[in-house]
């Protein structure tokens, strides 16, 4: 789509082999070492190391292990309310992705192109990354639910006091509507990164064009748009944690369909 | 019609679907903010409930995005 001398704003999305690894086989697929995988590794490291700073199980924390505590106070707070005492057991995978999310999509809207060579990547911005999480949820919310209702776990689809005549219109509605769930979850995440993405990327060439047209209007259109991208990125900071904060929270209120019915 | 040009079209058209999740955001925050200065004390618990309606009006939204990425560079 992007004619030559335009800033292509899907660009940023590709998946590239990183360290000469291109050519790594596994039963005949390249599976090589993208950036996509580069930076879920750095994701999963940042985390661990700020989880490990909060450890110390200090008396009186300090100001790190405080940060830590109040994300798990955080996600503690938010199963107890939508699943009730038996949330409990969730806290460990429900912290784990709601920080993941969080820390990838933080890390991509990180200004670390400043560095030349050095190119940000938002894996979240990938259906195969959210979806994958998504599926994650999805079947934790299956095994819960055969486990611990058996067959019994089908009256999901049929609400209390459904007049009889209505049961097989809403039992299909309700059917659709619950394997649908990981399609909407991951959709949401990833399409809701990626526009913003794109916004940025689109807003940045506004800047660049305006700059190469001249001095008089180009001024006018990158000063614009530049003031434009500076409240847009403060908007996707907010979508970051918001998206990261629905995803988890979702989650949860799927668990508890499992856990209690209703 | 050019099958390009009719492409473009579409995802501008698919466009429109944005700007009519935005109402259903704004109504979403704009209604919760309506209940929470009446009862403040009451707000706070229901942040969850605030969270679902939006993220369930802005995936309509999302989705006609995706229609138009579909549009521009899949179809």
């Known amino acids: 789509m992007a004619e030559a001398g335009k800033v292509d704003p899907m660009h940023q999305f590709t998946i590239e082999p990183m360290f000469g690894t291109d050519q790594w086989q596994i039963a005949g697929y390249q599976i090589p070492f993208t950036n996509s995988a580069l930076w879920m590794g750095i994701a999963t490291l940042a985390l661990l190391v700020f989880v490990w700073g909060g450890m110390k199980r200090q008396l009186v924390p300090g100001r790190w292990q405080m940060a830590v505590e109040s994300m798990t106070g955080f996600v503690d707070g938010m199963l107890a309310s939508n699943i009730g005492p038996a949330g409990k057991k969730y806290v460990p995978y429900i912290f784990s992705l709601f920080m993941f999310i969080l820390f990838a999509n933080v890390l991509g809207l990180m200004p670390l192109a400043l560095v030349p060579g050095l190119h940000p990547f938002t894996f979240t911005s990938h259906f195969s990354a959210t979806g994958v999480l998504a599926i994650l949820s999805f079947s934790i919310v299956l095994v819960v639910g055969f486990w611990k209702h058996g067959f019994h776990f089908f009256s999901l689809f049929v609400p209390h006091g459904t007049p009889l005549p209505m049961i097989p219109l809403i039992f299909c509605i309700e059917l659709v509507s619950f394997l649908v769930r990981p399609f909407s979850l991951g959709l949401r995440l990833f399409v809701a990164m990626m526009a913003g993405h794109v916004l940025l990327e689109v807003l940045s060439g506004f800047v660049i064009s305006g700059l190469n047209a001249g001095v008089g209007i180009g001024s006018v259109v990158s000063l614009l748009s530049f003031t434009l991208m500076i409240g847009i990125c403060a908007l996707e900071i907010l979508v970051a944690g918001v998206q990261a904060y629905v995803f988890a929270l979702l989650t949860s209120i799927y668990l508890n369909d499992a856990e209690n019915l209703h | ?75």
């Open chain 2, 1 to 75: 019609m050019d099958p390009q040009a009719a492409k473009l079209f579409g995802a501008g058209l698919a466009a429109i679907g944005a700007g009519l999740a935005a109402l259903g955001v704004g109504n979403v925050f704009g209604s919760f903010l309506e209940g929470a200065l009446r009862n403040p004390g009451a707000a706070d618990g229901q942040q969850g409930r605030l969270f679902i309606g939006f993220a369930a009006a802005e995936l309509l939204g999302l989705l006609s995005f995706v229609v138009a990425m579909i549009l521009i560079f899949v179809a």
